[in-house]
């Protein structure tokens, strides 16, 4: 019998049809979908007259548009609101499940799928975003996808695909303190590049990933992207079942039980091959701070800016000076002196309670420094808001001078109001640092939640075990 | 779906790696519903010196003399040169949108991110994948020669430089030629399955039926 991946046997549950001509069809199981990249697949749909072949997989939400100020229950912006009346009118018309913006549950879609049991390990999981390789922390086969192809799995529930190669991560070890989920990622894609999984799916392994709770596994798979392979993926474990049971669209009774037989086997089989293998120490991991602009651009809390001069590509040297230029910053300039102007705790990457909770015992009885102009906490769903208060997590923010906002991807992209000015700039727990991405001009640097609190409370990056 | 063919046009050089889908096309145009008029905002926040919104007129705006959209010489290109992991960040369809819309017909880098690469075929742009060597020798060909124009051509898999003809051949997947070559409708393609699609159902409702629940 051939030893198959994870990510081997996902595929291979799913292949509908070889052609011939080299492409699979893969069946689609779940299907995701905002405001944002839909309009024009529903749009081609209608214009075709075509149908929706299984609404049933299909749940919608607006995140990425929708206001975070707790008094606006009302889209200001006549652009945005166009776009979340077009995915309103759409879900009505063709009969999708939305949780819309009065729902209490609406949120980031890549927090609600989880946070509902929508997302269910051994599934395929498709969605209009990239971070939907979020959904592979529970081991399903979750990628982002283009509008064209947003509109092929609404009329067919399926995509023509073509097989990537098996990569697997392994972190071993052990993490030392203060060191987090979000640390473990940065320094993957530190070291791989951002196109270094490029082609490639990849599955997290080793006792570090293992040792990760389910949000901290969200949060690495979320940020496979960033590493350039659009699906990651971690084997299902008991932390997985445990999470998922109880959950309104998890399967009950009965079904939950073969359910959970059948996913033990989501798992690599001992001596299956891998196309490339990446083994990282976890206890080496230090908290990460970016400096650049792309999400490779990133050093240890203790390091100061690189300098491009010691950099031999002579494309990689011009983007770094570039990247030094656009961010402000001086080769040499130790990473714990920058001084940041915002502080934004939220998206699809680090909106979870658990890194809530992270943040919130960094700022307990602390303030937000004077110099900091503004400090936002966004939790991703309107669950994680309600449990957060539940705990007295917002009390702990708003003592501290955080903005206590409503859920919604924020500031991680800007689409709403909720963006830097030109030069400012911003410690963010989101998951790219790319130019204008906060807000034309701004400067982002990506950081775990607690590093983020850290540097609130501190005006500037400093070790948040050292407070 | 466009077809593509063969394309004859000017080059323009975009001399940066990891160009990201966010400085293709910004995001406060993705609040567009529609899959056109992206173009006058292609690199919105490197071409103008303002900042931008939507449904605004653009020719009023000041250009930014620097970037190389804005300069004479590359005026009307239709093929754009890049570096590595071109396309990488969001899947949003927007950035092969306002690409196509500016006019850009191909795409010719060392690598592309796999999301974008993947939705350029989806609207009739071909992206092509050249060695590191070859692009270098691009460039500086480029910066040489204003007007520089290559004709593109998908049936023979060949680039030939206007200049001096020379040819440069390139790999492309089968079906991704075929379905360029063609203008295919992959949803027409794969309905034409919906009996594989059906009896895949019929099999998978009885092994995991708690996905069909």
New interface residues.
Partial sequence: MSRKTLYDKLWD?HL??D?P???S?I?I?RHLVHE??S??AF?GLHL?G?KF?RTESTVAVPD??VPTTVDSATVD?P??R??IQ?LDQNCSHFGVTQFGMSDPRQGIVHIIGPEQGIT?P??TIVC???H?STHGAFGALAF??????V??VM????L?S?KSRNMRIRVDGQLNHGVTAKDVVLSIIGKIG??GG??YAIEFAGAVIESLSMEGRMTVCNMT?EA???AGMIRPDQKTIDYIEGRPYA?KGE??E??VA?WSELVSDDGAVFDKEIVINGAEIRPQITWGT?PEMVVDLEKSVPDPSQEADP??Q??MQ?ALEYMGLEPGTPMTSVPLDLVFIGSCTNSRIEDLREAAIVAKGRKVSPDIKQALVVPGSGLVKKQAEEEGLHRVFIDAGFEWRNPGCSMC???NADRLQPKERCASTSN?N????QG?GGRTHLVSPAMAAAAAIAGHFTDPASL | MKKFNIHEGIVLPL????V?T??II???F??????TGFGPNLFD?WRYLD?GE??QDNSSRPLNPGFVLNQPRYEGASILLA???FG??????HA?WALLDYGFRCIIAP?F???FF??CF??GILPIVLDIEIVDSLFSRIEESPGFSMRVDLPEQNIIVLDDQSVIDFDI???QK?ALLQGLD??G???A??D??RS??EK?RN?????F?
């Avoid at chain 2, 993705?30 to 899959?35: E, F, G, P, V």
Wanted: hydrophobic letters at 30%; proline letters at 4%; a negative charge.
């Fill in positions: 549950q509908v049809h052609d001509n080299g492409t069809l069946y199981d944002v990249t309009p024009q749009e075709a075509r072949w990425h548009n912006d652009v945005s166009l776009q077009t269910l051994g599934m209009g975003d990239s939907t982002g996808i283009g509008t064209s192809e509109e092929h009329a067919t529930q399926c023509i073509t951002t196109a490029t082609g992207i350039g392979a659009r399967p079904m939950w073969r359910a059948s792309s494309t990689k011009e983007g570039r992209l800007a689409m790219r790319f130019e204008g991405r034309q | 001399d940066r790696a990891n990201d966010d400085a910004p995001k406060q993705l609040k567009s519903i529609k899959r926040e900042h939507p449904d570096r590595d992991n990488c960040g969001s899947s949003r369809e092969p690598s991110a796999d999301i993947n939705n989806k609207n997947d089968g079906f075929d992959d949803i393609m794969t309905l399955k919906a594989l699609i895949y159902e998978r092994i995991t039926p708690w996905l629940s």
